[in-house]
Nanobody, 123 residues
């Protein structure tokens, strides 16, 4: 069965960095565009970043553009999210997901999801 397992979350001070990983199994990873989403307490899950199946193209939410970088290693079936200059408002559970539809920012276009990893940024 398909599994997506996120890791790398934790507690960091504002201005710090974290690198999230999402390891995939049970699917042809290189065939899927991959996205990162996040959900803060009491808020809806929101789009963070997307990378195409080949890794040739990326797209970011305005709120993270210039601070976060999405990348992937198809040989390792893993997608990454490098997060720099973290802010308290980045605090959320971060999820990776496989995209099946056209609209990369719409979570309904993603079919497989990981369990999430908590990121907490202290001020």
């Amino acid at each position: 069965q398909v599994q997506l397992v996120e890791s790398g979350g934790g507690l960091v001070q504002a201005g710090g960095s974290l690198r999230l990983s999402c390891a995939a199994s049970g699917l042809t990873f290189s065939s899927y565009g991959m996205g990162w989403f996040r959900q803060a307490p009491g808020k809806e899950r929101e789009f963070v970043a997307h990378i195409t199946s080949s890794g040739s193209s990326t797209y970011y939410a305005d709120s993270v553009k210039g601070r976060f970088t999405i990348s992937r290693d198809n040989a390792k079936n893993t997608v990454y999210l490098q997060m720099n200059s973290l802010k308290p408002e980045d605090t959320a559970v971060y999820y990776c997901a496989t995209r099946r539809g056209i609209y990369i920012t719409d979570l309904t276009n993603y079919n497989y999801w990981g369990q999430g990893t908590q990121v907490t940024v202290s001020s």
